[in-house]
């Protein structure tokens, strides 16, 4: 059992030494069950919005789900990821809380950018996300707290 250990964490790190002796940079997984704050919307500071996404299995193997507050009201949506860094949202929904004029314009932006999301990738410790209108920057919430 020892030996079995050992030698999968000696694989790892050999693998991991010759991918950046090759100048590649090692497969990013989605980051699940880890709590994100929007911070940018299309380039526009959106941290004081306190917009959230959190993306967790599905009990039973069935999928992903994304969880989140939408500036007024909790979302939730289908998430499915693809080939390489695609991804879709589907199934958006949320409760029916009623704010402000402004914070419900802020919810309405925010799931409609959700639905056209196509890709994501990881810079640093950011999670991007992208479609062909909407670039959504989300950086950890632990680290939003901090700022």
Not at 12 to 21: G, L, R, W
Not at 32 to 44: C, D, I, K, S
Request: with cysteine; hydrophobic share 40%; glycine share 8%.
């Amino acid at each position: 059992m020892r030996r079995t250990a050992l030698c999968c964490l000696l694989l790892a790190v050999f693998t991991q030494v010759v991918t950046q002796a090759l100048g590649q940079e090692a497969p990013r997984r989605f980051p699940l069950e880890q709590r994100f704050v929007v911070t940018y919307l299309n380039g526009q500071d959106f941290a004081p919005r306190s917009l959230t996404l959190t993306v967790s299995r599905i009990p039973g193997g069935k999928g992903l789900r994304a969880t989140g507050f939408a500036g007024c009201n909790t979302w939730f949506a289908r998430i499915e990821l693809g080939d390489g860094d695609r991804l879709a949202v589907s199934e958006v929904g949320s409760t029916r809380k009623f704010c402000h004029r402004e914070r419900m314009r802020t919810e309405a932006e925010f799931l409609a950018v959700l639905t056209s999301l196509a890709h994501w990738r990881i810079e640093g410790r950011t999670l991007v996300l992208s479609g062909d209108n909407a670039t959504l920057v989300l950086t950890p919430a632990s680290r939003t707290a901090q700022l």
